[in-house]
């Protein structure tokens, strides 16, 4: 989808994984071979707890770095074309302030 958003609006939607705290035994097979950034929670920051974060929820930031959608993939699996253009949507309407 990256390459997508970036056809759209070059460098305007970046997408970054972050994994919850106490997950980190995963972290190199998630990144072996993939380009996305992984960023990796800590129980200090606890940042799934402070945005309330269930497995799979994608999260939607605005330019200001606040919270503007909540998408999860398990509801919404992307190999459907809709959810996928609707996530995409949801992507690109959040870089407007």
């Keep these: 989808m990256q390459g997508e958003l970036d056809a759209v609006a070059p460098g305007a939607v970046v997408l970054l994984a972050v994994n919850a705290a106490g997950f980190e035994s995963g ?5 072996s071979g993939k380009t996305m950034p992984l960023l990796q929670d800590t129980a200090q920051v606890n940042l799934w707890a402070a945005w309330s974060v269930t497995y799979r929820d994608v999260i939607v930031l ?7 959608a909540v998408y999860n993939l398990t509801t ?5 074309a809709t959810n996928f253009a609707a996530l995409k949507r949801l992507l690109l309407d959040a870089r407007a302030p």
Excluded: I, M, P, Y
Excluded at 62 to 68: L, S, T, V
């Design 27 to 31: 972290n190199e097979g998630f990144v």
């Design 76 to 80: 919404n699996d992307l190999s459907s």
């Design 62 to 68: 605005d330019a200001e770095g606040k919270q503007r």
